[in-house]
């Protein structure tokens, strides 16, 4: 699951800002976005670290509860704030003995929604906003965390693949009743 392009449709990959994006390129988008979902919901975590580019920024900025009129998402203090060597330690240690806070591993299961695709600010980018509902269950007692959010994708045509170049999730709950978050949105 590399999420490979077939070559037809890597010139309607390319930057064209007066039309839309052929439905072809969505479908493509959409098919990659539910294959990583699958690479989660199955720890098959090295290979979805190969989606990202080396450049990547992933961050999951804070909510937090304001009056209407204020921004409630603070753009400078985060859950998470992470770049391609940083999500490689954290994918790293889930395959040690010392990652306690997934041993035993949560089940999960990821469902994404409501993508909507357009043309990036460059050549080959893409700009995606999708929604995401994450279930996630830990050990035998029967209970289980619910996490929603909107990301907000920069997805790369590198050679004959997409990449994840940026991903910002903006998580619906200002106050996470999840235990932790050694999980990847």
Do not use: C
């Amino acid at each position: 699951m590399t999420a490979v392009i077939d070559p037809g449709l890597l010139s309607a990959f390319r930057f064209q800002p007066a039309g839309p994006v052929p439905f072809e390129v969505r479908l493509a988008v959409q098919d990659f976005l539910i294959d990583e979902a699958e690479l989660l919901d199955s720890r098959r975590f090295d290979e979805w670290l190969a989606l990202f580019t080396d450049d990547v920024e992933y961050r999951v900025p804070v909510r937090i509860t304001r009056r209407i009129g204020n921004p409630d998402v603070v753009d400078d203090i985060f859950h998470f704030d992470e770049n391609k060597a940083s999500l490689g330690l954290r994918v790293r240690r889930l395959g040690t003995n010392v990652a306690w806070a997934e041993d035993p591993p949560s089940f999960t299961r990821r469902f994404v929604t409501n993508v909507r695709v357009a043309w990036g600010e460059r050549e080959g980018e893409l700009a995606i906003r999708s929604y995401l509902l994450l279930y996630r269950s830990r050990g035998d007692r029967g209970t289980h965390d619910l996490i929603s959010g909107e990301r907000h994708d920069l997805l790369r045509l590198e050679a004959d693949r997409i990449a994840i170049a940026r991903r910002r999730v903006i998580l619906d709950q200002s106050t996470l009743g999840t235990k932790n978050l050694a999980i990847f949105f």
